[in-house]
């Protein structure tokens, strides 16, 4: 294993910074001090800054493929056209997995949550395609392959009409067989590359699909992950589903945890905040994706409050419209000194890289591993330019990173203390060709029409009040 010392490195010190230096032996953290006598390669530190890596802790690869031309659209119809032009074949996954892990990583992230959209009949080979892609890159990866059992219809709410549903294309049964056999295959927490049991959300997927998940969950020691009320049409359903909320149907039958993650949380009352507490759940901030989609602000410093663990997500770029994870750092942050007169509530910059790195690492069951320049933890570390222009002039550097507009500011990252970008390059796969491949795989286009949107355009008016 690779050992180095990052010599004369800037580090958050308590309320202040330090100058330090760092070293790493068989890819974790064995000394933080000044001084420190060189092991291995050594890493020139001066006028850098050293912070644990984020996480993008929750987006979905594929949808890079539509990302700029999605309709202006709330969520359940802007679904509906998702889906109707869904890339089928896996060498787009591969292809968007890379750009996905390349653009957290020049952002700041070391671990991506990617909530898999499976391509239907090629499930297993989604799978192993992003796994394949996140393992050539290095980035620490959590595949959550997003499984439902209901079909789109489904999820959103009736109303005064009585509506059936088309059965959804796959039984629940086969669909979790496919995420065991997922877990045999790909599921290796000591290479880096973990496998999540992730049904999509209450909106569409049964108590069986849950119960099922919940029960690999536990088996296998897997951590969970979902969506969770990101729309007020969600709010609507769970009425409709279960006559009680999201958050108190998916307590009582045991889905939440400390190692629940939860995207969105849009939607909750204060009773659902407290549950989110005391199951210790995380909760992923996707602001960008609430925004871009109206699903609505978060309430992030309620959950703060209540001392509910957050973190932050990009969610796909079909929503958002990009992978950059400081951008939705600083929206998740500044976002809410809009919804709380009460300053004192409102995020600081070190809250934010607390919350994007610790809160991550919590979420996803590995505090005691990962989230923190602590001597003992894996060495997952992105180290900033503070030279670089918009990191310039010299003020506090992680409050520019935070509320500023950092540009290509990311000079080196390392994974599990393998370095996988140096001088601001990805060096494990060829950035140059992944361009070349996105480009001659695209096209520039700006009119198409979604035949599904067409047909529930009118009913989710009526539904909505619209
Ligand atoms: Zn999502």
Same mark, same amino acid.
């Given at each position: ?57 929750? &987006? ?139 049904? &999509? ?109 957050? &973190? ?35 995020? &600081? ?118």
């Amino acid at each position: 294993m690779v050992s180095f010392t990052i010599q004369n490195v800037l580090i958050a010190a308590s309320d202040d910074y330090a100058t330090v230096d760092v070293q790493i032996v068989d890819g974790a953290i064995a000394a933080i001090a000044p001084n420190l006598p060189v092991i291995g390669t050594v890493i020139d530190g001066k006028n850098k800054l050293l912070l644990p890596g984020f996480f993008n802790a929750h &987006t979905h690869s594929s949808e890079m493929w539509q990302r700029g031309i999605m309709s202006v659209l709330p969520l359940e119809l802007w679904l509906a056209e998702l889906y109707d032009f869904a890339p089928l074949d896996t060498e787009q996954v591969y292809l968007s997995a890379l750009g996905t892990a390349v653009e957290t990583l020049l952002s700041g992230g070391t671990s991506v949550v990617d909530h898999l959209v499976l391509i239907p009949g090629l499930e297993l080979e989604t799978i192993a395609t992003a796994t394949r892609a996140y393992r050539e890159v290095g980035i620490r990866a959590f595949i959550a392959p997003l499984i439902q059992d209901e079909s789109l219809s489904a999820g959103i709410p009736s109303g005064e009409s009585a509506r059936t549903h088309e059965p959804y294309h796959r039984s629940t049964a086969a669909t979790l067989e496919i995420i065991e056999e997922a877990v045999r295959q790909f599921h290796r927490p000591d290479e880096g590359v973990n496998i999540l049991v992730a049904p &999509t959300g209450i909106q569409l997927c049964s108590n069986a699909l849950f119960a099922g998940c919940i029960e690999l969950s536990d088996r296998y020691n897997l951590c969970r992950h979902s969506h969770l009320l990101e729309t007020r049409a969600q709010e609507k359903l769970a009425q409709e589903k279960y006559g009680c909320t999201a958050v108190e149907h998916l307590k009582r039958i045991g889905f939440l945890s400390d190692r629940t993650t939860l995207a969105h949380c849009v939607w909750l009352n204060d009773a659902d905040i407290a549950i989110l507490a005391e199951t210790q759940s995380t909760v992923v901030h996707n602001p960008l994706s609430n925004l871009r989609l109206g699903s609505g602000i978060a309430p992030i410093l309620k959950y703060r409050q209540a001392g509910v663990n957050v &973190t932050f997500g990009c969610d796909g770029a079909s929503s958002n419209d990009s992978q950059d994870l400081l951008e939705a750092i600083k929206m998740g942050s500044i976002l809410h000194n809009i919804t709380d007169s009460d300053y004192q509530h409102w995020i &600081t910059p070190r809250q934010a890289v607390e919350m994007a790195s610790l809160g991550g690492a919590k979420g996803l069951n590995l505090a005691d591993n990962l989230g923190s320049l602590s001597v003992g933890k894996q060495a997952d570390l992105v180290l900033y330019d503070l030279t670089n222009l918009s990191l310039l002039p010299r003020t506090d550097p992680i409050g520019l990173l935070v509320l500023g507009r950092p540009n290509n500011v990311v000079d080196s990252v390392w994974v599990n203390g393998k370095q996988i970008v140096a001088d601001g390059k990805v060096t494990t796969i060829n950035v140059d060709e992944l361009r070349q491949e996105l480009f001659n795989r695209s096209q520039w286009e700006t009119k198409r029409k979604s035949e599904t949107v067409a047909q529930i355009e009118a009913h989710y008016r009526t539904v909505m009040g619209l």
